[in-house]
Structure formats: C-alpha cells, structure tokens
C-alpha cells in the first residue's frame, strides 16, 4: 500500500530503529530500508538506527546495503550513539524521531528506561515485547502520562501479539458476534526470568482494580492442561506466551470504549504425538524447578542451546532455517446467528480464520513491527484517543493495519466449519 509520510517539527527522522546491532534489530534494518524503498520522493521514509556502537551500527548497515543491493545504506542513514544506562542519549534519540522501534531487550531488564525516554520528549513507541509483566506493567505507570503528552506506546507489535490479538479482531469482524523454529537466546531469557516471576504478574494485576468482563452466552468450558485436538489431530497444551495477556487488554478496551462484547479466549499449541508429549513433559519439569533458584536460572541462561534442546541458542537460527520456517495460526469461533438470544442455549454459529504468515520469531515479526509504525505514522488520526499505552488490537483497530500486512505477506482468511 502506498505511503505518504510527513515529519513533526524539528525531527528529522520518521522512524529510529534503536538496538538495530543486536539480532532481530539487523532484520528490522533491512525491513525499514525496504519500506523506504517503496516510496522514494519528496514523501520519503527519513529513518535512522541506535545503539551503543557506532562501529557495530556501521557493520550492520554495510551488511544491509549488500543483501538488499542498496549501496546508499552505508553513507546516507544517520547513526545515533544511544544506550539504555544514559538518559541524556535516549533523551537525545527520541527527540529526533517520530517513531522509535525498540529492539533492545529482554524487555524486562532494559525496555522501561525507553518507554519513559519517550513519553517524556514526545516520541511514539513500538516494541516486539513478549512478555506481559512488562507490557502490563508499562499500561499500568505510563498509560497517564503517555495519554497528557499525547504519545503512543504500543507493545508486542510483532509474532507476539499482531496475529493472535488482530487475528480475533479478524474473526470477530468476518461474522456474527461470537462469544466464544530456532530462536535467539533474548527471547529464552525473557521465558526464563518471566516464569521464575510468575507471582508478582498476578499482584501486579490485581494493581489494576478491574471488574471481569462479562460472560454473554454459554460460558466456554476449560481444557485441561493436555488433550487431543481433533481440530489439529494432534496432542495439545495452553500457550504460555504473551498472546492470551494481549488478547485480553483489547478486549477489555473494546468492551470498555467501544461496548463491544468481549470474546471468551484460550490459546494452545500443537506437540505432536506422545513421544513428543513425554519429551516436553521432562523438559518442562526441569525446566520449572530450575527458574525457581538463582544457581538454575544463570545455567538455563549461560546454555540455552542444550536446556532448551537446541530451540534457542545465544548465535539466533540460521538464515537457511528462517528461510525454511514458516506458521500458521488457527482461530476457532463458535457464536450465534442473527437475532438469536445467546442467553437460549449453545452458540450455534462456527467460524474458522486462519493466519498464514512466513518464519514468526524475525521474519513476520519484523514485517509486522515496521507494517504498524507505518500505520501509526500515516493514521494516527484512527488511533484511539490521543495517545496512551495500549495493546496492538486496541490501538490498531480502526486502521488498515491488517491490509498492510496482507500486501507483506501475513494472510488472514475466514471460513465457515
């Protein structure tokens, strides 16, 4: 979809990648320089990458320019030196963006000092967070604040949350109301601290005060914690990310400013057979006493490769196993026909959407971080409100986003079942 971008006074930069060095900030590069490529002109993308070394941005921008055949990277795209243990440089990074991308995480350890950078000098936020102490926590001390200066801080704008949370937006949108890899070593850290601090998410959100959300026809029955799906014709357990969390924000946004219904949600995921079964049940079982002690977090951390049984490791995956990866999100929702009374019994209404995309953990995750700032910059009018800290569905839901990821390759379909 074309773009037209327009600059805020005395910022020279729509976009600042900050953490472009690190493994997923080198993919948001090379994204954004494609994006910036689509519309040359007087219109331009104006972009720029942060980090801590003025030597590794370089590198990174010389690499970018020679896979994408842009020999421009490496002269024409600033640098900023901006690091997360000084304020003044994060101060001085965000007042020369409209938009900053964060990718320096886990989030949990560096993702707070960026946030307040950017509310207090009038930059947006975006980051690809999936961790929900952490997104929760930033609605809970930023949301006011962010909402006086009129800045927008939209987390887990990536594989977690942007086709889950968007994907029931989807599902609710194309039919009746209904009720109803390899990975890099930042992203198993995030797993580790977060399980081992399970208990302070839960008083975190009792900071809140909220009221449940209302129920409205048949009150969905829980799963247990491992059952055979027939839908997946596979054994399945809950999904421990931060999708249900994110999922949950919209919907309460939606019923709260929109009085719209909200959505009974639970999110699993497929292992395979009972080997695969035995296998994660072992893992698991280690894996859940060694978060609970300081000795067993710093070895789960200092060897992700062999605790995690190869599915994360500190040098990322391959390009040949991003190139040959790709997922699929399956949405199933049961509701009622028109001018049914959902208080007369069982929805009898069945929907099925389905989210297709490429490699999740870099390759849709980066084109779906870049697809929402692009949103943000063109229509920000569509946003709620005039800033504030919110969830991708609650932020991006009057707007083309989905569209735009529909021309990047993440597909979204419905059907019937």
Same mark, same amino acid.
């Given at each position: 979809?074309?773009?037209?971008?327009?600059?805020?006074? *005395?910022?020279?930069?729509?976009?600042?990648?900050?953490?472009?060095?690190?493994?997923?900030?080198?993919?948001?590069?090379?994204?954004?320089?494609?994006?910036?490529?689509?519309?040359?002109?007087?219109?331009?993308?104006?972009?720029?990458?942060? #980090?801590?070394?003025?030597?590794?941005?370089?590198?990174?921008?010389?690499?970018?320019?020679?896979?994408?055949?842009?020999?421009?990277?490496?002269?024409?795209?600033?640098?900023?030196?901006?690091?997360?243990?000084?304020?003044?440089?994060?101060?001085?990074?965000?007042?020369? #963006?409209?938009?900053?991308?964060? =990718?320096?995480?886990?989030?949990?350890?560096?993702?707070?000092?960026?946030?307040?950078?950017?509310?207090?000098?009038?930059?947006?936020?975006?980051?690809?967070?999936?961790?929900?102490?952490?997104?929760?926590?930033?609605?809970?001390?930023?949301?006011?604040?962010?909402?006086?200066?009129?800045?927008?801080?939209?987390?887990?704008?990536?594989?977690?949350?942007?086709?889950?949370?968007? *994907?029931?937006?989807?599902?609710?949108?194309?039919?009746?109301?209904?009720?109803?890899?390899?990975?890099?070593?930042?992203?198993?850290?995030?797993?580790?601290?977060?399980?081992?601090?399970?208990?302070?998410?839960?008083?975190?959100?009792?900071?809140?005060?909220?009221?449940?959300?209302?129920?409205?026809?048949?009150?969905?029955?829980?799963? *247990?914690?491992?059952?055979?799906?027939?839908?997946?014709?596979?054994?399945?357990?809950?999904?421990?990310?931060?999708?249900?969390?994110?999922?949950?924000?919209?919907?309460?946004?939606?019923?709260?400013?929109?009085?719209?219904?909200?959505?009974?949600?639970?999110?699993?995921?497929?292992?395979? *057979?009972?080997?695969?079964?035995?296998?994660?049940?072992?893992?698991?079982?280690?894996?859940?006493?060694?978060?609970?002690?300081?000795?067993?977090?710093?070895?789960?951390?200092?060897?992700?490769?062999?605790?995690?049984?190869?599915?994360?490791?500190?040098?990322?995956?391959?390009?040949?196993?991003?190139?040959?990866?790709?997922?699929?999100?399956?949405?199933?929702?049961?509701?009622?026909?028109?001018?049914?009374?959902?208080?007369?019994?069982?929805?009898?209404?069945?929907? =099925?959407?389905?989210?297709?995309?490429?490699?999740?953990?870099?390759?849709?995750?980066?084109?779906?971080?870049?697809?929402?700032?692009?949103?943000?910059?063109?229509?920000?009018?569509?946003?709620?409100?005039?800033?504030?800290?919110?969830?991708?569905?609650?932020?991006?839901?009057?707007?083309?986003?989905?569209?735009?990821?529909?021309?990047?390759?993440?597909?979204?379909?419905?059907?019937?079942?």
């Amino acid at each position: 979809m074309a773009a037209l971008f327009h600059l805020s006074a *005395g910022r020279p930069y729509h976009i600042i990648v900050f953490g472009a060095s690190g493994f997923t900030g080198q993919f948001v590069v090379e994204e954004v320089a494609r994006c910036a490529a689509e519309c040359p002109g007087s219109s331009s993308l104006k972009w720029a990458v942060a #980090g801590r070394s003025r030597r590794r941005l370089e590198e990174v921008l010389k690499q970018a320019a020679g896979r994408l055949s842009m020999p421009e990277l490496r002269t024409d795209i600033e640098i900023i030196v901006a690091d997360v243990s000084i304020e003044e440089s994060l101060a001085i990074m965000c007042q020369q #963006g409209v938009v900053i991308l964060n =990718c320096v995480g886990p989030y949990r350890f560096y993702g707070e000092p960026v946030v307040k950078a950017c509310v207090e000098n009038g930059a947006h936020y975006i980051d690809i967070c999936g961790e929900p102490q952490f997104l929760e926590q930033m609605q809970l001390e930023y949301h006011s604040k962010a909402l006086a200066r009129g800045v927008y801080v939209i987390g887990s704008c990536g594989f977690d949350s942007i086709p889950a949370d968007l *994907g029931i937006l989807y599902t609710q949108s194309s039919s009746h109301p209904l009720q109803g890899s390899s990975g890099h070593d930042a992203t198993w850290q995030s797993a580790v601290y977060g399980f081992a601090d399970s208990r302070s998410l839960c008083q975190l959100r009792k900071k809140f005060g909220h009221k449940p959300l209302p129920v409205v026809g048949a009150k969905v029955k829980k799963r *247990g914690f491992l059952f055979f799906s027939k839908e997946l014709q596979q054994y399945v357990i809950p999904f421990m990310g931060s999708d249900p969390s994110v999922v949950r924000r919209t919907q309460r946004f939606l019923y709260e400013e929109e009085q719209q219904s909200p959505v009974q949600y639970s999110a699993y995921v497929g292992v395979g *057979g009972l080997f695969s079964v035995f296998k994660l049940f072992c893992g698991g079982l280690l894996f859940w006493f060694m978060v609970k002690f300081s000795l067993g977090r710093r070895l789960l951390t200092m060897f992700p490769s062999f605790f995690s049984f190869g599915m994360f490791s500190k040098a990322g995956p391959t390009m040949k196993q991003i190139e040959d990866t790709c997922f699929s999100l399956t949405f199933y929702g049961e509701g009622y026909s028109e001018g049914r009374d959902p208080s007369q019994g069982r929805p009898d209404a069945r929907i =099925c959407t389905q989210v297709l995309g490429a490699e999740p953990g870099y390759v849709a995750t980066v084109s779906a971080m870049v697809q929402a700032a692009v949103t943000l910059l063109n229509e920000l009018h569509s946003l709620p409100r005039r800033g504030g800290v919110y969830s991708p569905g609650s932020a991006f839901y009057k707007t083309s986003l989905i569209d735009r990821l529909h021309s990047h390759g993440i597909m979204f379909s419905v059907r019937n079942y």
